[in-house]
Nanobody
Framework: QVQLVESGGGLVQAGGSLRLSCAASGLAFSVLAMAWFRQAPGKEREIVATIDRSGHSTYYADSVKVRFTISRDNAKKMVQLQMNRLKPEDTAVYYC???????????????WGQGTQVTVSS
């Protein structure tokens, strides 16, 4: 069993930055692909970014490309999402997810954190 705990969310003005962290415990973290998803009120959960088990391959949704950076530290069992130049439309609950393969599809991820709220004011 893998447990994921997100932190780092909060309220920030448009143009600002936040760094989300996801700490993992349980099974071997280094064999898992990781991802960040987000869900805004009234909307479906959507992919934000993925990173493979080695950290060498990443994917970003077009809406966050260039502004967000996903990274992982296998020794610390942690994945982070650096979010720069935040926009009001980035407001959502952000979820960390772990699975066997880095995909854009939420149903392929086996483990999820509880989510952390990110609110960007205009």
């Amino acid at each position: 069993q893998v447990q994921l705990v997100e932190s780092g969310g909060g309220l920030v003005q448009a143009g600002g930055s936040l760094r989300l962290s996801c700490a993992a415990s349980g099974l071997a973290f280094s064999v898992l692909a990781m991802a960040w998803f987000r869900q805004a009120p009234g909307k479906e959960r959507e992919i934000v970014a993925t990173i493979d088990r080695s950290g060498h391959s990443t994917y970003y949704a077009d809406s966050v490309k260039v502004r967000f950076t996903i990274s992982r530290d296998n020794a610390k069992k942690m994945v982070q999402l650096q979010m720069n130049r935040l926009k009001p439309e980035d407001t959502a609950v952000y979820y960390c997810a772990a699975g066997r393969v880095a995909t854009m599809t939420s149903t392929t991820y086996d483990f999820w954190g509880q989510g952390t709220q990110v609110t960007v004011s205009s």
